[in-house]
C-alpha cells in the first residue's frame, strides 16, 4: 500500500557499497591480482584502498580494469543484506528507485560496465524506475540520496541535498545522518519524509 509521505519521492540509490558489496568482491579479486591471501589484505581500508599496497591512481585503474573485464566485478559483487528488500519496500510505498552509479570509471570498457549492471540488477531483482551512469549526481534531481563515497556525500550535502552515508571503513568521518543497514536506511528515509518541507526543498 501506498505511503503519502513517500508517493512520487524520488530516492537516487548509489550501488557500490550502497546495494553490492563492492569492497568484499574488490578484496577477493585484489589477493589474486597482488598473489596474496585473501586474509592478509585487511576489510578495514580506505578510499583508494592504500591499506592494500595500491599506491597511486594507476595502480587502482589497472585493479579496477582487471576486476571488471576479467573477473565480472560488477555482474559477482554479492548483495548487501537488505538491499532487495527495504528498495522493494520503498518501491511499494510510492517512491521512485533512482539507480546512479558512477560505474564508467575507465575508458574504453563502458559496455561491459554497463551490461554487467543491468544482469547484476535483475539477478538480485533490485527494483528501479531509472538506470543512471554518471559522475554528478545531484544533476539527477533525486529528493533523497544514499551513498557510500565520501566525496559524494560531502558534495551532495554542500548543495543542500539530504543525503544518507551508508556506514562503512571509508566514510568514518562523515556526519550523522549514517546508515549501517539497510533497515536504517529504510527508518531514516521515513523519518525525513515525515517532516515538513517548503516546496523549494523538493526537487523533482
Not at 66 to 94: C, N, Y
Not at 149 to 164: A, D, F, H, M, W
Request: proline share 4%.
Amino acid at each position: 500500500m501506498e505511503d503519502p509521505r513517500l508517493k512520487n519521492i524520488i530516492i537516487g540509490v548509489d550501488l557500490d557499497g550502497v546495494c553490492a558489496d563492492f569492497l568484499g568482491r574488490m578484496r577477493e579479486i585484489a589477493a589474486e591480482w597482488l598473489e596474496r591471501n585473501v586474509e592478509d589484505l585487511t576489510p578495514d581500508v580506505s578510499y583508494g584502498l592504500r591499506e592494500w599496497g595500491i599506491q597511486n591512481n594507476d595502480q587502482y585503474n589497472s585493479l579496477h580494469r582487471f576486476a571488471v573485464t576479467q573477473r565480472e566485478l560488477f555482474k559477482t559483487a554479492p548483495m548487501i543484506p537488505g538491499a532487495r528488500r527495504h528498495l522493494r519496500q520503498l518501491s511499494d510505498d510510492g517512491a521512485r528507485i533512482r539507480i546512479i552509479t558512477h560505474r564508467l570509471y575507465i575508458h574504453f570498457f563502458h559496455k561491459t560496465a554497463v551490461e554487467q549492471t543491468i544482469d547484476w540488477l535483475d539477478r538480485h531483482g533490485i527494483p528501479y524506475w531509472d538506470l543512471c551512469f554518471m559522475r554528478e549526481k545531484e544533476q539527477v534531481g533525486a529528493d533523497v540520496y544514499i551513498d557510500d563515497s565520501p566525496g559524494n556525500v560531502e558534495q551532495l550535502r554542500g548543495k543542500g541535498l539530504y543525503t544518507i552515508c551508508f556506514a562503512n571503513s571509508t566514510n568514518k568521518n562523515i556526519a550523522e545522518p549514517r546508515a549501517t543497514s539497510w533497515e536504517h536506511v529504510y527508518r531514516l528515509v521515513n523519518e525525513w519524509a515525515a517532516k515538513p518541507k517548503s516546496s523549494a526543498t523538493t526537487k523533482r
